[in-house]
């Protein structure tokens, strides 16, 4: 979240210097090898596989089949896309017609790729339970980013993770990947904004920006590339410096949410077409779908949940990271004046809860947090809390602020007086607290509807649907990976379409 107060505030950036090197990743000698890869839910039966590569491919392909033996399908995309000051092209297939709920091999197309798997989405209406992790604020572990000291005996599952991260969130989410079937992340990856952080990076600024994106979308691939991780904008993918004010002298390519555009632009999903029997749900699911605008703001369905994913940086009025906003990020616009609060209001109108009963929305800056001031974004809450109530959001998911909270369901400050049993109000929780460079914000200042707020050490959120009507939310310590607050939000979910 907030920028760093440091001593080298206005420091630009951009000096090159011999005797400096930013700590890129070896390029691989076969220049076809797939990089960073990342897989998300693209419709009701695709998936979408990104990766990237240190040259432009002609044609981007990947096999895949129900069996590692058979990969008997291919699909390709002649798509391969890079902008000023990367290394690296980002590559993206959209796998479709997928038989629901299956386990699918896959292989990128490469002299020198490995055969991974993931779980294709479940359909909407699919009623079996199901775990999503929350993880949000997650940055580069290592020398450019943050590190943990202490006995590191964790097991891990997935082989190729570096094992240094074994004692990490990301170590965390490799020992538990058999207990979640997806990850939202809105917001904050990476925090290559803070190169300057680190003394050895000061005379390698555009380069240290691009090391620190590598490096971490490689730690992050052995978790986004077997299970579906969608992404939406934090504060920290604006531009080259979090320090305000200082947009313009980033190099060009280094600005407005260029590398998040990039690397997700082609993955994340539009919006689903209506499986409601109901006219107007479809109708309004239809133009959902014209106005979403990926990877900023979009939704999709997976068994019992809409999932609804907001761009808490730009786009509304006084938007922080908009053009004049606070931040002074100077990012987007990146639709049509009011386009992102048009998608929002017809996409939560669309929600037959016959058919997905939960509905969950994911953004970076929360406007219920501890500590006051500077956390809480005022004109987020004015611009997107009244449709999350009018709607019956069930559960609303953010970050920013690097710890972990949980408040009872509360709408315009007010506590509402069935707490977690059917409440009319969105639960919301905050899930800040994976682990980056700037460490963790201390809990601060109470407020009388929190229920639970932890900054002790790095965690993250499971939230698992166990039906139709009762939902938990757990908060994992990540070093340890004890529970360290848990809750069940109860919903009887009788009316078909809320209005409130
Ligand atoms: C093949 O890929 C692996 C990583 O998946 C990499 O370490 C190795 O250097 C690559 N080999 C060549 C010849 O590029
Ligand atoms: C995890 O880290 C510890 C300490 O560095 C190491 O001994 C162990 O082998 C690592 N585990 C894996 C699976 O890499
Ligand atoms: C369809 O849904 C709308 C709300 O979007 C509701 O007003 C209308 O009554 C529903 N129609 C039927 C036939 O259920
Ligand atoms: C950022 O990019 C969007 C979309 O390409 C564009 O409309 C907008 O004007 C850009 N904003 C700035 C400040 O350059
Ligand atoms: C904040 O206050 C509430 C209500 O008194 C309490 O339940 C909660 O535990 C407090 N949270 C913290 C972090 O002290």
């Known amino acids: 979240?907030?920028?760093?107060?440091?001593?080298?505030?206005?420091?630009?950036?951009?000096?090159?210097?011999?005797?400096?090197?930013?700590?890129?990743?070896?390029?691989?000698?076969?220049?076809?090898?797939?990089?960073?890869?990342?897989?998300?839910?693209?419709?009701?039966?695709?998936?979408?596989?990104?990766?990237?590569?240190?040259?432009?491919?002609?044609?981007s392909c990947v096999q895949y089949g129900i069996s590692s033996g058979s990969l008997n399908s291919e699909t390709c995309s002649t798509s391969s896309v890079t902008y000023a000051t990367s290394r690296t092209w980002s590559n993206a297939v959209?796998?479709?017609?997928?038989?629901?709920?299956?386990?699918?091999?896959?292989?990128?197309?490469?002299?020198?790729?490995?055969?991974?798997?993931?779980?294709?989405?479940?359909?909407?209406?699919?009623?079996?339970?199901?775990?999503?992790?929350?993880?949000?604020?997650?940055?580069?572990?290592?020398?450019d980013g943050y590190t943990i000291q202490g006995d590191l005996t964790k097991k891990d599952t997935i082989p190729q993770i570096q094992p240094s991260l074994n004692h990490t969130t990301i170590g965390r989410l490799t020992t538990t990947v058999n207990d979640y079937e997806l990850v939202v992340h809105p917001g904050d990856f990476a925090y290559a904004d803070d190169w300057f952080v680190k003394i050895k990076n000061l005379f390698v600024g555009e380069d240290a920006y691009e090391a620190i994106l590598e490096?971490?979308?490689?730690?992050?691939?052995?978790?986004?590339?077997?299970?579906?991780?969608?992404?939406?904008?934090?504060?920290?993918?604006?531009?080259?410096?979090?320090?305000?004010?200082?947009?313009?002298?980033?190099?060009?390519?280094?600005?407005?949410?260029?590398?998040?555009?990039?690397?997700?632009?082609?993955?994340?999903?539009?919006a689903f077409i209506s499986t409601s029997r109901n006219d107007t749900a479809k109708i309004n699911a239809n133009k959902a779908q014209q106005l979403a605008n990926p990877p900023f703001w979009y939704s999709f369905e997976y068994g019992m949940v809409h999932v609804v994913m907001i761009d808490t940086e730009t786009d509304f009025t006084n938007a922080p990271d908009g053009p004049g906003g606070s931040a002074g990020l100077?990012?987007?616009?990146?639709?049509?004046?009011?386009?992102?609060?048009?998608?929002?209001?017809?996409?939560?109108?669309?929600?037959?809860?016959t058919v997905t009963p939960w509905l969950v929305l994911g953004g970076h800056r929360p406007w219920y947090s501890t500590g006051g001031g500077r956390n809480i974004c005022a004109p987020c809450q004015a611009a997107f809390e009244p449709l999350l109530y009018k709607y019956g959001v069930d559960l609303a998911i953010f970050g920013h602020v690097h710890n972990s909270?949980?408040?009872?369901?509360?709408?315009k400050g007010v506590a509402d007086p069935?707490?977690?049993?059917?409440?009319?109000?969105?639960?919301?929780?905050?899930?800040?607290?994976?682990?980056?460079?700037?460490?963790?914000?201390?809990?601060?200042?109470?407020?009388?509807?929190?229920?639970?707020?932890?900054?002790?050490?790095?965690?993250?959120?499971?939230?698992?649907?166990?039906?139709?009507?009762?939902?938990?939310?757990?908060?994992?310590?990540?070093?340890?990976?004890?529970?360290?607050?848990?809750?069940?939000?109860?919903?009887?979910h009788t009316q078909h379409f809320v209005r409130q």
């Not at 292989?107 to 993880?135: C, Q, W, Y």
């Open 94 to 143: 959209t796998l479709s017609g997928l038989s629901p709920a299956t386990t699918y091999y896959y292989k990128i197309v490469s002299t020198n790729s490995s055969i991974e798997h993931f779980f294709s989405p479940r359909l909407a209406g699919d009623t079996t339970p199901f775990t999503m992790n929350a993880v949000i604020d997650l940055g580069i572990y290592g020398a």
């Open 418 to 492: 069935k707490g977690l049993n059917d409440p009319a109000a969105p639960m919301y929780i905050v899930a800040g607290g994976a682990g980056n460079i700037e460490g963790l914000s201390s809990v601060g200042t109470n407020v009388s509807y929190n229920a639970f707020a932890y900054a002790d050490d790095f965690s993250y959120a499971t939230v698992s649907f166990q039906d139709a009507n009762n939902l938990e939310v757990e908060f994992i310590r990540s070093l340890t990976g004890e529970t360290l607050d848990s809750s069940v939000l109860h919903k009887s």
């Open 330 to 353: 100077d990012g987007g616009p990146f639709g049509a004046p009011n386009q992102q609060l048009e998608f929002l209001e017809t996409d939560l109108a669309s929600v037959d809860r």
């Open 215 to 270: 490096q971490f979308y490689d730690q992050l691939a052995p978790i986004a590339g077997r299970k579906a991780y969608m992404a939406s904008p934090g504060n920290h993918e604006a531009d080259c410096q979090e320090i305000p004010n200082t947009a313009g002298l980033c190099p060009t390519g280094q600005k407005n949410f260029t590398d998040f555009m990039n690397r997700f632009g082609m993955t994340m999903p539009t």
């Open 405 to 411: 909270q949980r408040f009872q369901p509360v709408y």
């Open 1 to 59: 979240m907030a920028p760093l107060r440091s001593s080298v505030v206005g420091l630009p950036v951009l000096a090159a210097c011999v005797m400096a090197a930013a700590s890129y990743p070896a390029i691989p000698a076969d220049l076809t090898t797939p990089v960073q890869q990342r897989i998300a839910i693209k419709g009701p039966n695709s998936i979408s596989v990104g990766w990237n590569t240190y040259q432009q491919l002609s044609k």
